[in-house]
Each structure stands twice: as structure tokens, then as C-alpha cells.
């Protein structure tokens, strides 16, 4: 199928969802998305109906789903944001550069309409690793790259293996957890140029504090706490020129791009930004970046499980970078 083809398919499965939402208020798009789930229940296995209710409900950054509580959070807030921010929504679609990226929007919307999860594994990405496509991004011995949310370094060990081991001027790795610090620092002090920040990425330097979820890839930074954890804004951390940003901060992201809104505006780096933490920063994020730097060509690609959808990656290429 042409591309053109591909185009005319997705933007007609969009004006699809598009109604389903627009001839519905809130209320009535709220019971339409429970009759889904309810049905989704009956048509799938008890153990994936309890480990997909268990997942949204360990890992609470889109509301709960527990009807036995009556805490059906999740669904509420989708229908919220669907009829609220529609409009945003449709300009996020009409922004994406290809029909893959449209695609992936697809498939979310669709998952919160209908609770489906068969179309996850047609827009997974099985070409390039994690958030280095690379038919959008390439790297060269000049990249100044900074990962926040490095955990323990599988995206330093993606980025090498992907580019090269020596194709980069310098890597920031910022990272809040201490275990993760502590292996990061074993895998990574005897390689040049590779620079560990046991602090937080935010929109300005100060002091916030851990919520610990009994994880070691999904603690976030919250205003009051018992374990205080250093935060800084990359505006004031990082004088060099910034080429590359990836984040991957449990919901912070907003924040940091805040914080590292002169290096936007003056470099222009590429951007590899998760934006499925909250669900507003499914459009919002694209909005903000649009706010400090116009003219970002946008993507959007799916590298999550093939049972969730999660860790979908908006990329953000200046002009001068887009493909």
C-alpha cells in the first residue's frame, strides 16, 4: 500500500474515533467506555483481565481501575480529557509527520475507548532499539547526549550499540535512585566522558523528595516526603551546547523541559521525550515544546510491551534534523 494510501486510512479511522467522542457527552462517553471494558472482560482470560487491571492499578499515573472500590479513576479521566481536550488532541494527530506516528495515536485513543489491546503489537517498534530510530535520528562523534532517568544504563548500552561506542563528545546521566546509582557508576567511571548526576531534572534547582513505590523504574519526585533528593534545571547543570535529550522521568518530564528551555531555544537538540506518564502529556508536551521552540517536526513510536500500552516516545526533530 502507498504511503498516500497508509495516510488515508489512518486519517479516516481517526474522524471514526472522532465521532465516536463528539456525539457523546461526557457522561455518556464515561458508560460507553465502561460497556467496553465490561465486554473486553468477557472476551479475554481471567489472568490477562487481572494483570492488565493489576498493572494501571500498581502503577497509578492514569487514575485506578477497581470497580469492586468503585475507584474507576482511569476511565473517568479518559473521558475527560477526550471531551476536554480534544481539540488539542486532533492537533497533535495533524502535527505527526508520518503515518506510523498517526498510527500509534490510533492505537492509544483506542485503547481508551475500547479497552483494545489487539493493535499493540502492530505499531510496536521492532526495527531500532528503544528511542533511537534510526530512520529519524542519527548520531554522530559530536553529540553532547543527556539521559535523564538513566536508571542503571540500558539506554547509555542502547545508544552505544546503536551508534557506536566512541560516537559522542560527551553522555549526562542523571539519575535519583541510589541503587541505580551505584551501578551506573561500576558500569560506567572507567569510560571517558561518560558524567553520572545523582540529582533530578526540573525546572529550577532546589530540593523535592522520593515516592517510593517499592521500585527501582518508577519512583517519581513529589513536594513533600521523607527522602529529599537534589533537583536542578539543565539551564543552570549543563553549560555546553546540549545536541540530544532523552527523558524518561516518571511524569517530571514537563519540568525538565521547562528547565531546559534555553538549551531548546538556543540548540535545538533532538528530542526523545516519554510522554505516557499522564495522559495530558499526550498532547500537552508537544504543545509546550511548540511554546519555547516553533518549527519541531513531531514522531511518535511505540517501544513498550506488546500487552500494555505504555512508553510510547514522542520525538522532536528541529528542521534542520527532520527527515
Same mark, same amino acid.
Given at each position: #500500500?502507498?504511503?498516500?494510501?497508509?495516510?488515508?486510512?489512518?486519517?479516516?479511522?481517526?474522524?471514526?474515533?472522532?465521532?465516536?467522542?463528539?456525539?457523546?457527552?461526557?457522561?455518556?462517553?464515561?458508560?460507553?467506555?465502561?460497556?467496553?471494558?465490561?465486554?473486553?472482560?468477557?472476551?479475554?482470560?481471567?489472568?490477562?483481565?487481572?494483570s492488565t487491571v493489576n498493572f494501571h492499578n500498581q502503577y497509578q499515573f492514569w487514575g485506578k481501575l477497581d470497580f469492586e472500590s468503585g475507584d474507576i479513576s482511569l476511565i473517568h479521566q479518559r473521558a475527560a480529557i477526550l471531551k476536554g481536550a480534544w481539540k488539542n488532541i486532533e492537533k497533535f494527530y495533524y502535527r505527526l509527520e508520518d503515518y506510523r506516528s498517526k498510527y500509534v495515536l490510533l492505537m492509544i485513543l483506542n485503547n481508551w475507548l475500547n479497552f483494545s489491546y489487539k493493535n499493540i503489537s502492530m505499531v510496536k517498534e521492532n526495527?531500532?532499539?528503544?528511542?533511537?530510530? #534510526?530512520?529519524?535520528?542519527?548520531?554522530?562523534?559530536?553529540?553532547v547526549f543527556v539521559d535523564l532517568g538513566a536508571w542503571q544504563g540500558d539506554t547509555i548500552d542502547e545508544y552505544r550499540y546503536t551508534y557506536g561506542e566512541n560516537c559522542y563528545k560527551k553522555i549526562y546521566c542523571y539519575e535519583i535512585e541510589e541503587n541505580n546509582i551505584e551501578k551506573l557508576h561500576e558500569r560506567f567511571d572507567s569510560i571517558p566522558n561518560i558524567v553520572i548526576r545523582p540529582v533530578g531534572a526540573s525546572r529550577k534547582n @532546589?530540593? #523535592?523528595?522520593?515516592?517510593?513505590? @517499592?521500585?527501582?523504574?518508577?519512583?517519581?519526585?513529589?513536594?513533600?516526603?521523607?527522602?529529599?533528593?537534589?533537583?536542578?534545571?539543565?539551564?543552570?547543570?549543563?553549560?555546553?551546547?546540549?545536541?540530544?535529550?532523552?527523558?524518561?522521568?516518571?511524569?517530571?518530564?514537563?519540568?525538565?523541559?521547562?528547565?531546559?528551555?534555553?538549551?531548546?531555544?538556543?540548540?535545538?537538540p533532538k528530542l526523545a521525550i516519554s510522554i505516557y506518564h499522564s495522559n495530558k502529556d499526550l498532547f500537552s508536551i508537544f504543545e509546550l515544546i511548540?511554546?519555547?521552540q516553533p518549527g519541531y517536526h513531531f514522531y511518535l513510536r511505540y517501544n513498550g510491551l506488546q500487552c500494555f500500552p505504555t512508553d510510547y516516545i514522542l520525538i522532536g526533530l528541529p528542521p534542520e534534523e527532520s527527515k
Open positions: #500500500m502507498e504511503t498516500n494510501q497508509r495516510q488515508l486510512v489512518v486519517d479516516r479511522i481517526f474522524e471514526d474515533i472522532k465521532k465516536i467522542v463528539q456525539q457523546r457527552n461526557k457522561s455518556q462517553l464515561v458508560a460507553f467506555i465502561i460497556a467496553n471494558f465490561k465486554q473486553w472482560v468477557k472476551d479475554t482470560p481471567d489472568e490477562v483481565v487481572l526495527c531500532f532499539l528503544s528511542y533511537f530510530d #534510526m530512520d529519524l535520528i542519527m548520531c554522530d562523534e559530536n553529540e @532546589g530540593i #523535592m523528595y522520593l515516592s517510593d513505590n @517499592g521500585t527501582t523504574d518508577a519512583q517519581s519526585l513529589v513536594n513533600f516526603g521523607k527522602k529529599e533528593v537534589e533537583t536542578v534545571a539543565l539551564d543552570q547543570d549543563i553549560t555546553e551546547k546540549i545536541t540530544f535529550i532523552k527523558t524518561d522521568i516518571e511524569g517530571a518530564e514537563q519540568d525538565a523541559i521547562r528547565g531546559a528551555q534555553e538549551h531548546i531555544r538556543n540548540d535545538r511548540e511554546q519555547i
